[in-house]
């Protein structure tokens, strides 16, 4: 009897290990949010060519001074980097009509042997129309950027 209760002990602790594991790497996803600003004084703006692991941006137009998302933020969401791997996204602002002054910013995420191996490192193309946030800390342990909303900026 109390070897057959140990034997389900171990095999619980064995099945709850592994669900743990499994959690751990379903979870296993970069995130960073933020939002693009339209800095221009009269021209709509209009977003294109947007990666497929970001959420929440829509096409446009987005007036002048608005953002978008409206509210809230977008979401850069894909699986962490491994080894000498990294993950990237892109996404361009553009004048709404007619399509004119582009910029493509670029979202990319390294991981190296650092104590806090995931590096975030943001470009654009264009730095006279479009803007990219400063990151005080582009470094974490788990590859999330969400306590605070990333904003882009773009004008023509």
């Not at 409206?70 to 892109?90: E, F, I, M, N, Q």
């Not at 995420?109 to 193309?125: E, F, G, H, W």
Request: proline share 6%; with cysteine.
């Amino acid at each position: 009897m109390i070897r057959s209760l140990k034997a389900l002990a171990i095999a619980a602790a064995v099945a709850g290990g592994a669900l743990a594991a499994t959690a751990a790497q379903a979870n296993a996803n970069l995130n960073v949010s933020f939002a693009v600003q339209n800095n221009d004084a009269s021209d709509s703006m209009g977003l294109a060519n947007i990666s497929s692991t970001i959420t929440g941006l829509s096409a446009g137009p987005i007036s002048p001074g608005a953002s978008d998302p409206a509210s809230g933020h977008a979401t850069w969401s894909d699986t962490l980097p491994t080894g000498s791997s990294s993950r990237s996204a892109t996404f361009q602002a553009e004048q709404y009509s007619p399509v004119n002054f582009v910029c493509t910013f670029t979202l990319k995420m390294t991981k190296d042997s650092n104590p806090q191996p995931y590096l975030l490192q943001i470009s654009v193309d264009n730095s006279s129309l479009c803007t990219v946030p400063t990151i005080s800390n582009p470094r974490t342990s788990d590859g999330q950027y969400t306590s605070s909303t990333l904003v882009f900026g773009w004008q023509s």
